[in-house]
């Protein structure tokens, strides 16, 4: 393990080779870019296969690109996040309330304070009840305002703290919810809004339905062109597929090339024409790079769909859908497959 001297020799060392590198393309440097060519420099296997791959194609670093950059190699939100977070929360707390109770000869009562705060502030602890704690700690502190000017600028202090990480805390939340490439939904996202969905149609007695897209033969067309214009192509295939899809119908990227709709109150023969629409769209749109309008061919879609059948469980419900998927990928893909056609196939296939 290195000792701080190593450490901070470590990060001037990168410092010395990046700060060059981003100058040479035109990058500024905002903590952001630094941050990509940080891991640049440092040796990320991904990010050097990336950035060099641009590099010898002569592609520039306009804003949107670094952008992407940093949201694609720096900025992934998890759990871990959440937990430095109640941490950081935790020692602003223990702090400010141990200053109220000094300055103010309330010992007991703000030790009590402290430790229900620490219980609700569990490792498993929500975001909104990371708030609520918070929040119930800023009244009660400021309402003993009247022990001292020392004491309040401690108390105003504190509370500015514990808003500036609160704020924090909503930024991280909404992250969270959201796929960092297409800025859709993901599938964090999808699954709480399925289990919504699922209970709302149980209870109302109303069709839902599952779409799950497929980009056929992505693999390929990024091996031919490469992950940025993958990337390009990823978000523009978000970006139509939102605008066939309508008014509480909830949009989200599944993982790598798949998204998922969710459509409430719809049956299964007009979530077939919803899957449809959007199939025959692809199948007819051309595309173009991104900044040079160099033709990229077609791209079609494979789309499987599936009605929920209410009690089952959302794994059932789920696979259903890919498994329709599946079935329109190995019947020749650009294709839409039902969870009928799965029925049909059970039965029309021959015993051995």
Known sequence: MMNDKELIEKCYTYARLALPLMSEHGIPVTPRNYAVWYEYVSGNEEVLKTLNAMIEKGEKFPEERNEVLYKRFCSEKDENELRKFREEIQQVMVTMLAEVAALSGETEKYGSSVSNSMEHLSEDASVEEIKKVMNKIIVESKSIGTYGKTLQAKLNESAEELKALQGELDHSKAEAAVDFLTGLANRKAFNETLVICSGQATSDHQDLCLLLFDIDHFKRFNDTYGHITGDDVLKFVGRKIKEKVKG???????????????????????????????????????????????????LTVSIGVACYRPGEPLEDFIHRSDQALYFAKNSGRNRVATEIDLSNQEITTPTV
């Open 248 to 298: 509480t119908d909830f949009l989200a990227r599944y993982g790598g090339e798949e998204f998922a709709v969710i459509l409430p109150q719809t049956p299964l023969a007009g979530a077939k024409i919803v899957a449809e629409n959007v199939r025959a769209f692809f199948a007819q749109t051309k595309l173009k790079a991104v900044g040079t309008s160099k033709p990229l061919g077609t």
